[in-house]
RNA sequence: GGGUCUGUAGUCUAGCUUGGUUAGGAUUCGAGGUUUGGGACCUUGUGGCCCCGGUUCAAAUCCGGGCAGACUCACCA
């Protein structure tokens, strides 16, 4: 990457982590985290136009699913963070408050979630069944003064690109349905955009709001084998409702309470891509969300200029053709520095055009997840969304494979233990008691039971009580 | 909030233990030239001791206090 130290270039995810990640991050110019400010960032155009991609994929499933683009404003009155108590209370440390004018008067919080300044305007324009269902999302920042430790993209002060769908819905099973939906669209940005798998469990009932039904969560595992929850889908029930008094009247003229869902993501999606694929040269991006997919290197002899250039003007017109999205670097540089640069942003394909290719007729093409190298010729050409598309099921693949094999079933203290001392997801049955709940986290420090199993099918013994139970908990490390 | 550690050019780093030349090197960047199939080379230029105070004839070095960052525990997306 960057540095030229010797021994730098050992950095992998796997042997370090935090440094590798944060190198990686301003080498492949993602991010600049040199503002000075804690927990906050530039995006720089590159790491934007990656951001940028999923962005847009996701404004276009909400669009396609009718959840309507939206924006609340990021400062949020007092007033409505106080109408619910219990929320106010686990942010108001964490709340960035704005002052302004010559008193400096506090003006409101930044907001911290969404839902102080969303559901007040819910509970003002809903009044029937007819303004039912409300549908809309916003891809907005996040505040939140932590305390401590911030990591890019993972843990911020400004949760940058995040978006936040919040539905209400006039009956439960309506709102039940509309939360697959929620689910489909995070699976496909998981599996078709960033070729990762959607890792998704049942959130424990006491780390879900007072009242709500229930949340799905997804989760990703790093490479120093703790999980990141990485994206949720809440079913609120009632619980909102409740305190924002957000109700309509029905046909009989009697006011019912809403039913809501609330589901957010954001560039945490990207953290969990770059640290999957990632390696010692620099990042690998999945190709679907690569803002460049084929760097095109000239290789100029003097002389030789224009029949290189022209070379490459033929093919990029075949590339237009194709939509693929590539660049040509033209730099006066040596070859040799364009491909470590190509390899540090993590470029999925790298061509190389010179004198003894247009001879030949054929051009090296390298993809750059596994290091292959091929020669294309230039009827072939064609075929490069093929080859993207390879790339894509390969990745997909391989950090499918990656999860599965990590995450071991145990039925002892002890090979719980050493699953996740060894980087892995412990699986155990459990029988659902926060007592035994307390136990099993208690194994080892910073252990999380993060979510049971969506699709349990066995029964077995409580790992800890050993009576018999068909709910399985995985248990890790986590951020 | 607790603990451990670290601040030297845009970036990486030597020097600090034991205070003492003009703070050394690498890279980046600017100019000129020669080049281009895995970080090219030559000439040349720009740029630095986190801040404040103390000790001292003398501080990058020692001491105190700030500020900033990294790691880690707790908490949290």
């Given at each position: 990457m960057v540095k030229q130290d010797s021994t730098y270039e050992k950095i992998t995810p796997k042997s370090n982590y935090s440094d590798w990640y944060n190198d990686v991050l301003s080498a492949a110019g993602?991010?600049?985290?040199?503002?000075?400010?804690?927990g906050m960032f530039v995006w720089l155009p590159y790491g934007f136009k990656l951001m940028d991609s999923l962005i847009k994929k996701w404004d276009e499933l909400f669009e396609k699913n009718g959840i309507q683009k939206s924006y609340f404003p990021l400062l949020v009155p007092l007033s409505y963070c106080q109408i619910n108590e219990s929320w106010w209370d686990k942010f108001k440390e964490e709340g960035y408050k704005v002052i302004a004018g010559a008193d400096d008067k506090?003006?409101?919080?930044?907001?911290?979630?969404?839902e102080p300044a969303i559901y007040p305007m819910y509970s003002k324009w809903i009044?029937?069944?007819?303004?039912?269902?409300i549908k809309m999302y916003e891809t907005v920042s996040s505040f939140r003064y932590e305390t401590k430790q911030t990591r890019p993209?993972?843990?911020?002060?400004?949760?940058?690109?995040w978006f936040e769908i919040h539905t209400v819905h006039a009956t439960k099973g309506e709102a039940e349905n509309e939360l697959k939906n929620h689910v489909k669209i995070i699976t496909y940005l998981y599996e078709e955009m960033l070729a990762l798998p959607a890792f998704m469990v049942n959130k424990p009932s006491w780390d879900c709001f007072p009242g709500s039904v229930g949340a799905y969560e997804f989760y990703s595992l790093m490479p120093d084998g703790k999980v990141m929850e990485n994206g949720s889908a809440n079913n609120l029930g009632q619980a909102y409702a409740k305190k924002f008094d957000i109700k309509y009247k029905d046909d009989k003229g009697v006011d019912n309470y809403c039913w809501q869902l609330c589901t957010g993501n954001g560039a945490r999606f990207l953290a969990a891509a770059i640290s999957e694929f990632g390696d010692e040269k620099g990042l690998i991006l999945p190709?679907?969300?690569?803002?460049?997919q084929l760097m095109i290197i000239p290789i100029v002899f003097k002389g030789k200029e224009k029949i290189i250039f022209d070379e490459i003007d033929k093919i990029k017109e075949e590339l237009l053709k194709q939509n693929i999205r590539f660049e040509v670097d033209a730099r006066e540089i040596s070859p040799g520095r364009k491909y470590y640069d190509s390899e540090v942003k993590g470029i999925p394909l790298r061509m190389e055009v010179g004198p003894r290719d247009i001879e030949n007729k054929e051009y090296p093409l390298t993809i750059r997840y596994g290091n292959e190298k091929l020669k294309i010729k230039s009827h072939e050409l064609k075929n490069i969304n093929n080859i993207i598309n390879d790339i894509h099921s390969k990745m997909l693949k391989a950090s499918n494979m990656r999860l599965h094999e990590s995450i071991k079933f145990v039925n002892s203290s002890k090979d719980l233990i050493s699953a996740i001392e060894s980087k892995n997801i412990a699986k155990v049955y459990w029988c659902g008691n926060q007592e035994c709940y307390d136990k099993l986290i208690a194994l080892?420090?910073?252990?999380?039971?993060f979510g049971t199993s969506t699709d349990s099918k066995g029964t077995g013994k409580c790992l800890n009580c050993s009576k018999p139970s068909h709910e399985e908990l995985f248990i890790a490390k986590s951020y």
């Open positions: 993602i991010l600049d985290f040199s503002y000075d400010l804690k506090v003006q409101g919080a930044l907001r911290p979630t969404g009044r029937s069944k007819n303004d039912l269902p993209l993972i843990r911020d002060r400004e949760i940058t690109n190709p679907k969300i690569a803002p460049i080892g420090e910073g252990y999380e039971g």
